[in-house]
């Protein structure tokens, strides 16, 4: 409460120092402390940004970022001068606890200093300064008659959660890399960390792999049906041609990574399996257990059946060739292996499995799913990755050193912890933007479900239910985009926004300072943000 009020002076004073430049301090995720000082800088041709070392590649980034709506070429040098932006990395930095992502920022009429342990935090402080200017500063192209003012602040920032994520499934609908790069920026100004990039699933792969190019020639392709509800396609005929998909080159891949990387997002890749790869099964349809040559779905098909056979070793060999790919592509510490929603009627009746199961020694299919996930996770410790999955991995016992997405609900995620596994929470009740923001007769259609904004800035990501000690296990949260109903980049842009700037400030904020009304306050000004970048977003907050 202390610090709501102390925020509602600042505003106060800031609207009284000078008319020209009146506005409001108004940040998002709302940082630890801010105090307001007196006085404004003024970004000007005048400007210089100072940085040395490992501060360098940021200000660069700031340099290049000014230069879209300012038209400003601020020069980065070594050298101090006046009207400055100081980007200065210190050890041992007070105030900020010593994380990595924290830093501080204080201006002042005569110049601007951001102080940080590592690069990460000064790239936040970063973050923050975009939001101390105009909203015009959002501009893509040079906005001019805009006086490029900072109030005097002195902010002191941290985060509260190591994993702030957002995942966007690019198998339902494919987004080119333009878009990507899009999203990336707007997780980068809410100072959200993680990109989780859904790369396959039963309607198209979207990775290249040299090895299969059958993947990306056929797998990546579906008929175009995409003027029918997505439930109602029917599936491709003989002599149909697969018009609609597209998929992502390596050179398209290393681009997006190298991107994020400035941005402080790590990729995190998922290749999907046993399940939801059926459209593997058009190009090789020898890994399945029926071995049924299959088509690429158009649509949605519920269940589907065929899946990886967990008998077959090619399997795993292919699949091991597949994630050595993936690996040299992604520096990610994690690789996100699906693991959800796996049907096992084939398993039941395939002699391949279920003789794996008798020679394993397994009591059923899910432990065979279990053996399968423990497969992969060997393969992957010994490329020194970390498996991730949905929480269905738990089934017939979890990998010994798998980290749990937790989706259905908060239970999977409390489970992991408990037996000293770390988890990311995203259960749809919190963090499923394919759903609903606003009443069913003013929102586009949706998959169903309803998440307002107010909910997700309730989601806390640790349960009440866990000890201190076990929460620990608990990285974060994030906010999962499916595109079943998401056909087009702006589409999902209108579902991500305003909720990603709530999931922002959930995972971010401390939640003793988190409060609704000033949050809604601060996304007025946010939404003049987005008009600025031309971001589609829902009007259906209130
Ligand atoms: C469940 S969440 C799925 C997705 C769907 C989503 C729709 C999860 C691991 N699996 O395949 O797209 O629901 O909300």
Redesign the pocket.
Known sequence: MKSITTILCFLLLVSCTKPEVAREVSVIPLPDSISLGEGTFILSAKTVIVAEGKAVAVAEYLRDFLKKATGLEVPVTDKRKKNAIILSLEDGLSGSKNSKEGYTLSSTSKNIVIKARAAEGLFYGVQTLRQLLPPEIESPTVKSDVVWSVPAVTISDQPQFAWRGMML?CS?HFFPVSHIKNVLDQLAARKMNRFHWHLV?DQGWRIEIKKYPLLTTTSAWRVDHEDQHWNERPAQKPGEEATYGGFYTQDEIREVVAYASMLNIEVVPEIEMPA?VSCVFAAYPQFSCSGKKMTVLPGGVWPVTEIYCAGNDEVFAFLEDVLTEVIELFPSKYIHI?G??ATKTNWESCPKCQSRIKTEGLKNEEELQSYFIKRIEKFLSSKDRNLLG?DEILEGGLAPRATVMS?RGFAGGIEAARTGHDVVMSP?DFC?F??YQGPKESEPLA?G?YLPISKVYRFNPIPDSLTMEESKHILGGQA?L?T?YIPTPEHSFYMMFPRLDAMAEVLWTNPEKKNYEDFVHRLDRQFERYSNSGINHSKNIY
């Open positions: 499934d339902r699933d939801h699906g959800d929603e949905w989706w749809t499923y394919d759903y998959i479900g999962n499916w079943e």
